[in-house]
Every structure is written in C-alpha cells, then in structure tokens.
C-alpha cells in the first residue's frame, strides 16, 4: 500500500484533524494529500502503520473457521477467536465511538460487514458463519404475557416471547443462519433475573425452540486478572458434541494476579505514553488524582452508609491487592477502584490503559477515544482471557459439525 492509500485508509477511521495531530502537522496539509495535491514525505506511510492502523497485516487466507461479532463494543470477544484462527466476517456496533476503537484495533477485508444498529439488519443479509459471538445487554423483559397468548391459540416460539429484545435479535440469526456454534455473554445477574424467568426463557428459546445444546457457567474474571468480575457464559452447539466444563482451563483464584500487575510502574520502566504518564519515570498524571472535593464527599458518603451498616461507599487498593468489578460508570467518579497514594496524597483513579490491562487487553490494543468514552467501553467489555479459555474448548469442537444447517428453523 502506497502513503495515498494508507491516508485513504486512516481517514476512513480518523477525521483529518485527529490524523494531523498523531502526524503533528496541520489538517490542511492532511487534505492536500487526500486530494492528491501535494505529496506526502517518507515517514508518513510508516507513521500511519505504526500510530493509527491496526497493528500487523491484514489476514489474507479465509482463516479456518468464519465468525460473527455481535454488540461487538471493542471487540474483546472477537481477540480470542481470531487468534484461533477465526475470520470475522460480519460485526455489530451502534456506537460511533465504540466503533472507532474497534476500527483503530481489527483489519476488516472486503469481505467483511459493519452494521450500526442489529435491529435494522435483516437476518438473511447476514454472512453465513460458523461461530455466532455476542455480549448482548442485558434487557427486562417478561414473558407474563406467553401464557395468555398460549391460550388464545397464537404462536409461542421465540418470536413471541422475546420480540422487542436484543435476545431476540440474537436468536433470530441463529434461527435463519443455523451456525455450529454460539457464545453468548452477559452480567451474572441475568440467572436471577425477574425471579430466573429471563434465563429460562433465553435458555428454552436456545435449546427447544432453536434445537442448540446449551452449556451454562458464571466465570470470575479473577482467574486471569485482579479483578472480581462475574459473567454468564452460554455456549450452543447445533450438533452433538463432547463439550465439557470439566476441560476449562482456569488458573487458580488463590494464585491469581495482583493489581501490581496492571499498575503503572512509574518507576522509568514503562515507555512513558503521554496519554496517561508524563516525567522521565512515568508518573501517572495529576488528572487522575481526586481533587479534595470529591475525596472529600466520597469519604463522607461511605461515612453516612456505614453508619447505616451498608458497606463501604468506595474501594480503595493498594498493589498488592485485587479489585471490585469495574463498570461502565467508572467515569463518573471511579469510586469502585481508588489506588492508594499514600498519606500526603489523594488516591487515584485508574488510567483507561490500566483499566485495558484489568479486562486482560493486551498494550498494544489502541486506545483512540477519549478518557470518558475508554471507561464505559473497557467497562462494558470482557475479560478477554476468560473467553480465550472457552474459545480454546469451542474452536477444535467445530470440524465434527456438519456444514449446512440440520433443521431450517423459521422465526415463529
Ligand atoms: C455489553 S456491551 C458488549 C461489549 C463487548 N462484548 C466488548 O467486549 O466490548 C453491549 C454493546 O451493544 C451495543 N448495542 C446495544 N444495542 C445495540 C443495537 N441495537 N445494535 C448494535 N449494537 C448495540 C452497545 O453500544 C454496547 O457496545
């Protein structure tokens, strides 16, 4: 690819101003080689590879098996099942800017699909695919009203009981695509939810309306990361297969990380990114520290609910310690996680790269958005090793099923 084509590209992910500022020059400039005007120098072909495409090459060979990467976010699902070898052929994701750190992170060919919002994507307009990937949100919704319609002698599969959700969304693809395989992710609460009638009706769905068996388990991030974090793993197979629980690999919570793992050294050992560090040791910038303000507040708010006999208001760690769950609202004040500065200082938040590191995303995974936006993003996501370890037990699962579909089942 010439330095025109890389421009090309970059401007596909990036405005020219945010490509004139990683390229330090004016976004007139960027437009003047957009438009062929004048002729960019040497380095920029380099500087675009290295500072705003995906990092490596873009897969060229059909990959062993095709995916599809459903409220995709980030794309923490995706990481672990293309590294096996999987070809992502087709994602979803309304937000503009979770796209933007999806595009700045995964190569996506020709023949690959974006769409905006899933409900708008009629199922049939899907690539055909092996493994079906989606971290659906978790809606309310209930199925009170089934029994009447039972009753009245209208239809009950899945169309009726779930219409109006994104669980919905989910399994109609699977109905019209029949893929070998699924894995669907969500917040461990979705098992209680309204009372355990919201699981039942996603896991009858899957398995008697849809003809899938369906494997279940709440998996704590903890094993790979400092983090308590527990989700809902739902994996379906169309077809028998020797899937077993018993062969996931997870190390050891006792042995688990600390959050010294994950922290900035700040001792001069990390490569200093401006972003976040700043000084020849890499000290973490005094944004991130509380102003006495909301230190102040935090404190008294815990003070008033212990009072109550409510727990702690906020959690305050040191590196030798593990966290709570990070969640999307992070932004807001980062109560959840406050690293002990010592004494003379306030405590801090978390950097959205240490927050990267505490979902189990690699440093070169890009972050392009800003602090606000990187929070909620790496709150909404997964423990990508987690899914790495279920991915291990699905991927070699996939060549004992056949390739068309077994039973064409309709939307009822
Ligand atoms: C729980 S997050 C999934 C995060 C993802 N697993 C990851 O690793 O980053 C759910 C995502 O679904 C997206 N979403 C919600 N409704 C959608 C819709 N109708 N169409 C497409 N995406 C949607 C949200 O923007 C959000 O990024």
Redo the contacts with the bound molecule.
């Keep these: 690819m010439d330095a025109y084509e890389l421009i090309d590209l970059a401007l596909k992910r990036y405005s020219p101003k945010e490509v004139a500022k990683v390229l330090e020059v004016d976004p007139k400039t960027v437009r003047r080689w957009k438009i062929r005007e004048t002729e960019p120098p040497a380095y920029v072909a380099d500087a675009i590879r290295q500072r705003l495409l995906p990092l490596g090459e873009a897969p060229t060979d059909p990959g062993t098996f095709r995916f599809i990467d ?9 990481i672990p099942f293309e590294k096996l070898g999987g070809r992502c052929v087709f994602t ?4 503009t800017y ?1 796209q933007k750190t999806y595009a700045a992170n995964f190569h996506d060919g020709p023949g690959h699909v974006f ?6 994507v009629h199922e049939n307009d899907v690539p055909d695919h092996d493994v079906l ?5 978790c809606q309310p919704f209930s199925i009170a009203g089934v029994s009447k319609k039972n009753a009245l002698g209208r239809p009950h599969g899945f169309a009726d009981k779930t219409q109006g959700t ?1 669980f919905f ?1 989910v399994a109609r693809i699977i109905a019209a695509k029949r893929p070998k395989a699924f894995l669907l ?2 917040v461990k609460n979705l098992v209680s939810h309204d009372k355990g009638r919201t699981f039942s009706t996603i896991i009858d769905v899957l398995q008697n309306e849809l003809g899938y068996t369906v494997h279940t388990k709440v998996i704590n991030g903890k094993h790979f990361v400092p983090q308590h974090r527990e989700r809902i793993i739902i994996v379906g197979f169309r077809e028998p297969v020797p899937f077993s629980w018993d062969d996931l690999h997870l190390p050891p919570i006792e042995a688990g990380p600390k959050l010294a793992s994950i922290l900035h050294p700040q001792d001069g050992s990390e490569t200093v990114d401006p972003n976040y560090l700043e000084g020849p040791k890499g000290k973490v910038r005094d944004c991130y520290t509380l102003s006495d303000k909301l230190w102040e507040y935090l404190q008294n708010y815990a003070t008033k609910h212990r009072e109550k006999g409510n727990g702690f208001g906020f959690g305050l760690v040191t590196k030798k310690d593990t966290c709570r769950t990070l969640s ?1 609202r992070y932004y807001k004040d980062g109560s959840e996680i406050l690293v002990d500065q010592g004494k003379k200082k306030n405590p801090r938040r978390l950097t959205p790269r240490e927050c990267a590191r505490l979902m189990g995303y690699p440093d070169t995974f890009r972050i392009p958005v800003s602090d606000t936006r990187a929070y909620k ?2 709150g ?3 423990v ?1 090793p987690v899914i790495g370890a279920v991915a291990e037990l699905i991927v070699p699962l996939l060549d004992r099923i056949g390739e068309a579909g077994v039973v064409d089942r309709k939307v009822a």
């Design positions: 459903l409220f995709a976010g980030i794309g923490g699902l995706r979803s994701e309304w937000d979770a769409a905006g919002d899933i409900t708008q990937l989606a971290g659906f949100p994104l969304d992710e969500n999307a993003q790496f909404n996501s997964v990508v």
